[in-house]
Each structure stands twice: as C-alpha cells, then as structure tokens.
C-alpha cells in the first residue's frame, strides 16, 4: 500500500504533513495542486518543504490543470442544457466550485495512474470541521484522530516555523482561510481586511471583476472599497 499526503500548504494540511511525519506514520508521496491562484506565501512554503522531503527521501509532486485558471474563468466554451452557449465560468465559489472539481479530479486520476488501487490518501481535515468528513470516507484523517482543531493546527506550524507572511502581515491574522486569493467564498470581513492590507491582491481582485462582468460579492467591490472609506472617514454611507 502507498500512503499519499494531499497538501495545499495551508495550515492544516501543512499540520497533518508534519504530525503524521512525527509519529513516524507512512507517506511515500506528498501532492499538491497549484491552481496557479495562490498567495505568494504558499509558493514559499512549498518551496521550503519541498528541499525537506527531499532531504527524507519522499517523493514531491506539483499538479496543474491542462490550461490556467484565467482560461477557465474567461475563454472556456461552456455548454448550458438549454443548448445555448457560453464562455468562461466566472468566479469559483460558493454553489460553483468548478476549479475546486477539477483539482479533485486531477489529483485522483494521478494517483490511479501512478497507483492504481494500491493508494490510500491523507487528507488534513481538522477536528472542528465535522461537515467536511462525508466528502472524504474512506481516507486517512491524521487530524481528526488527534483531535487536533484548526487553531491547534495554526499554533504547531508557527512552533515548527511555518508563517505565512505576505510583506509584514500574516494572512491568518486577517484571512479565515488561506484558499485561492481569487475565491469567490471570501466574506466581507476578509475582504475588508485584502483590501486594507494585501492592496496588490485587491487591485488584482478589481481587476479580475471589472474583466467578469460579474460582481464578487452582493455589491460591486469598488463600492465595497468607496464604503469602507466612509468609514475610515467617519461618514455616512448612502
């Protein structure tokens, strides 16, 4: 049997990695998908884990998609039941994940190619995320084992020296998550925080919506961006 670790260098699959590597567990390969769409702090971190599995002899792999995210998001032809048609699939999120399928559908058809059957994977769901655990039967949960919380996991990936720190700031001060920076699932509260502190993700996030023609969120994020600035301000939004 070949014991896979699927990580995505957030905290809490970063935390499973290195939990299952101290209790001496098998992991014959470690996976990632890179949707291309990521802070540029998880590009850092994968780069300094990487040399140390190297160094413990376990195999790395970095999956992509045949094409880029930004082709999916604009270009893609996309067929609608009512025979009509359309071109990209917007922004991936909420009801329609379409990027977050494909990543799972990349990853599995590699490891049948490489493994056939003879595979079992890790997956870093933490202990206070109960909803996710039907998505994954018949995996691996290192971290529901351990009881281990998303907090939990936050706390021993700093006490090992993992951070992710983009300029001065580190994202989980502000973020819930540490997903694409282009993910429609961000709530107000986050991107408040992008816009106040990360301005090259939120310029880019402007961008990305002036290009979609379709908002983000509820209300468009230059008027999100003119709100917040009222408030800063001390004025009344109308």
């Known amino acids: 049997m070949n014991y896979i670790a699927s990580v995505s260098f957030g905290k809490d699959s970063l935390a499973m990695l290195y939990k299952i590597l101290e209790l001496n567990d098998p992991v014959d390969e470690v996976v990632f998908f890179d949707t291309g769409m990521e802070f540029s702090c998880i590009y850092s971190l994968m780069s300094k884990v990487r040399d140390d599995l190297a160094n413990r002899?376990?195999?790395?792999?970095?999956?992509?998609?045949?094409?880029?995210?930004l082709y999916y998001m604009f270009d893609h032809e996309v067929h609608h039941k009512d025979g009509t048609c359309s071109y990209g699939y917007k922004?991936?999120?909420?009801?329609?994940?379409?990027?977050?399928?494909?990543?799972?559908?990349?990853?599995k058809r590699y490891l049948k190619q490489q493994y056939g059957t003879d595979y079992i994977e890790y997956v870093g769901i933490a202990y206070d995320e109960p909803d996710?655990?039907?998505k994954n039967e018949g995996k691996l949960l290192p971290l529901i084992d351990l009881k281990m919380t998303e907090q939990d996991c936050l706390n021993y990936c700093h006490s090992l020296g993992f951070y992710w720190y983009e300029g001065e700031h580190e994202l989980y001060e502000y973020l819930d998550r540490v997903s694409c920076w282009c993910c429609r699932n961000k709530n107000l509260k986050e991107l408040k925080n992008i816009f106040?502190?990360?301005?090259?993700?939120?310029?880019?996030?402007?961008?990305?919506?002036?290009?979609?023609?379709?908002?983000?969120k509820s209300r468009p994020l230059r008027e999100l961006e003119d709100i917040w600035k009222k408030e800063v301000k001390g004025e009344k939004y109308v």
Do not use: P, Q
């Open 57 to 69: 002899n376990i195999k790395f792999t970095r999956l992509k998609a045949d094409k880029d995210f």
């Open 91 to 107: 922004w991936c999120g909420a009801r329609c994940r379409w990027f977050t399928s494909k990543k799972t559908t990349i990853i």
């Open 132 to 134: 996710r655990l039907k």
């Open 196 to 216: 106040e502190h990360f301005k090259v993700y939120w310029f880019a996030l402007c961008e990305l919506e002036n290009r979609c023609n379709m908002n983000m």
